[in-house]
């Protein structure tokens, strides 16, 4: 069955440091991936999308990487403030549009 | 744009009630999405629509639940009888179709049913 696997639930790093979290996938093959950050008691909020045929996209101190032969992706915040703290989903996107997000995991940015 | 907007933001009922969910989707979007996000199950797709037709409904839990989008800017999710174990919070999602499927989310239903 598929399954995605989100590193570690949670995650502690140094304010400044940079944030690599993962997303790990079996027997799935998504043209999509995306990254969700979730804040307590609201809803997911959309961040990065990548396609499978890319391998890295770029958003501000935002990177994330996707490899189609590892099955993984990776997720990097750069110069990490506390406000980047919150739980952060992966998320695999069929062509017709089904996703599965995985459990997600939750940083904390320490000043 | 006031996003996706979902009704009731909380609600409370005894078990075998019948319970509606509302959400109206953003202005222009194509496709709609019903979640449910619980601490043991994580975030679970439980049927998504393209141009108001259900496209895959295989997540919803089982017949007691059902869901409707009459028209582009309206759809609702409903749970007859409703049990304790339905109890979660549920999220409605919009999203333009055809450009990757970014999903824009409602601030949810915390529904708790005793």
């Known amino acids: 069955s598929q399954k995605i696997e989100q590193n570690s639930e949670a995650l502690n790093i140094q304010e400044g440091k940079t944030a690599t979290l993962t997303c790990n996938y079996t027997n799935y093959s998504p043209a999509y991936l995306q990254w969700y950050r979730q804040d307590p008691g609201r809803g997911p909020v959309f961040l990065l999308l990548?396609?499978?045929?890319?391998k890295e996209k770029r958003k501000e101190r935002l990177k994330v990487t996707f490899d189609t032969t590892l099955k993984q992706s990776l997720f990097h915040i750069t110069a990490s403030q506390p406000a980047d703290s919150a739980t952060y989903l992966c998320a695999l996107f069929t062509n017709a549009g089904k996703s599965t997000f995985g459990d997600g995991t939750t940083l904390t940015v320490k000043p | 744009d006031a996003g996706v907007i979902q009704s009731p933001r909380h609600e409370v009922t005894e078990m075998g009630q019948e319970v509606t969910l509302r959400c109206k989707p953003i202005?222009?979007?194509?496709?709609l999405f019903w979640y449910r996000q619980t601490m043991m199950r994580g975030l679970e797709l439980l049927i998504y629509?393209?141009?108001?037709?259900?496209?895959?409904d295989s997540g919803m839990p089982e017949d007691r639940f059902s869901a409707k989008m009459p028209n582009a800017s309206f759809s609702t999710l409903k749970i007859q009888p409703s049990e304790p174990r339905d109890s979660a919070v549920y999220f409605c999602?919009?999203?333009?179709?055809?450009?990757?499927?970014?999903?824009?989310f409602g601030p949810g239903t915390r529904l708790t049913v005793t």
């Open positions: 629509f393209n141009n108001n037709v259900p496209i895959d």
């Open positions: 990548i396609r499978e045929n890319e």
């Open positions: 999602a919009s999203s333009p179709a055809g450009q990757g499927y970014e999903q824009y």
């Open positions: 202005s222009g979007h194509n496709s």
